[in-house]
C-alpha cells in the first residue's frame, strides 16, 4: 500500500507556530477527506483532524487543517510542551480502495 | 461512550496463521454508516491499514496483503475478527482496530492496540 510523504521531523520553541506537510497523490488527498492523527510514546493514535479541518471536541483550536490539491497540512499554534508527539495523516485512496497513512513527524518542542 | 478493545496472541509463530478479536460498545455494526478497520504498525515505523468492513457487510482489504487476510463480523457479541495467515517476523507490530463512520469521514475513536510478535 502506498503512503503518504510527510517530513520526519519538526520542531520550534513554545508559543510558536509548526506546521507539518502531507503529500499525496489525485487518487487519494486529490479525490478525498484527509485525517491527522496524534499518537503520544505507547499510545494509539488520536484523532486531531478530520474532514481536511474538522476537530473533534475536546480538541484544542490551536490545531488546524487545510488542503490544497494533492497535498494537506496541519498546523499547531502557540506549541506547547505537551504537543511533543508523532502525528500522522492519512486518506482513503480510491485506486486501491483503501486507507493510506503518512510517513510520520515527530514534532520537538526545544 | 465508543470504546474499542483488541485480544489475541502475544506470541505467534512463522507460518501461524494470526487471529485477532476487536470488541466494541457504544455502537452497532448493524447501524447505517459504521465501518470497523484495522490497522497496525510495526516498531518504530509508520502506521499500515489491513481491513475494513462495513455496516452492510461490505469488505476492502490492504491489496498487498489480501491472499493472507480475512475480516468478519459478529455483529451480536459487538466483534470483529481479522485473520491473517502464514505470518511471518516482519508482521510483527502492534495492531488496532478503529472504528469510522459514514459519510461523517471519521477515523475513530481507535482502540489501545495489540502487541503482537511473530518468532520462533
Known amino acids: 500500500q502506498s503512503v503518504l510523504t510527510q517530513p520526519p521531523s519538526a520542531s520550534e520553541t513554545p508559543g510558536q507556530r509548526v506546521t507539518i506537510s502531507c503529500s499525496g497523490s489525485n487518487s487519494n488527498i486529490g479525490s478525498n477527506t484527509v485525517h491527522w492523527f496524534q499518537q503520544l510514546p505507547g499510545t494509539a493514535p488520536k484523532v486531531l483532524m478530520y474532514n481536511n479541518n474538522q476537530r473533534p471536541s475536546g480538541v484544542p483550536d490551536r490545531f488546524s487543517g487545510s488542503k490544497s490539491g494533492t497535498s494537506a497540512s496541519l498546523a499547531i499554534s502557540g506549541l506547547q510542551s505537551e504537543d511533543e508527539a508523532d502525528y500522522c495523516c492519512?486518506?482513503?485512496?480510491?485506486?486501491?480502495?483503501?486507507?493510506?497513512f503518512g510517513t510520520g513527524t515527530k514534532v520537538t518542542v526545544l | 461512550q465508543v470504546t474499542l478493545r483488541e485480544s489475541g496472541p502475544a506470541l505467534v509463530k512463522p507460518t501461524q496463521t494470526l487471529t485477532l478479536t476487536c470488541t466494541f460498545s457504544?455502537?452497532?455494526?448493524?447501524?447505517?454508516?459504521?465501518?470497523v478497520n484495522w490497522i497496525r504498525q510495526p516498531p518504530g515505523k509508520a502506521l499500515e491499514w489491513l481491513a475494513r468492513?462495513?455496516?452492510?457487510?461490505?469488505?476492502y482489504y490492504n491489496t498487498s496483503l489480501k491472499t493472507r487476510l480475512t475480516i468478519s463480523k459478529a455483529t451480536s457479541k459487538n466483534q470483529v475478527v481479522l485473520t491473517m495467515t502464514n505470518m511471518d517476523p516482519v508482521d510483527t507490530g502492534t495492531y488496532y482496530c478503529a472504528r469510522a463512520l459514514h459519510p461523517q469521514n471519521y477515523l475513530g475513536p481507535w482502540g489501545p492496540g495489540t502487541l503482537v510478535t511473530v518468532s520462533s
Open positions: 468492513i462495513d455496516w452492510d457487510d461490505d469488505k
Open positions: 492519512a486518506a482513503w485512496d480510491d485506486s486501491l480502495n483503501g486507507y493510506v
Open positions: 457504544g455502537f452497532s455494526l448493524k447501524t447505517y454508516g459504521m465501518r
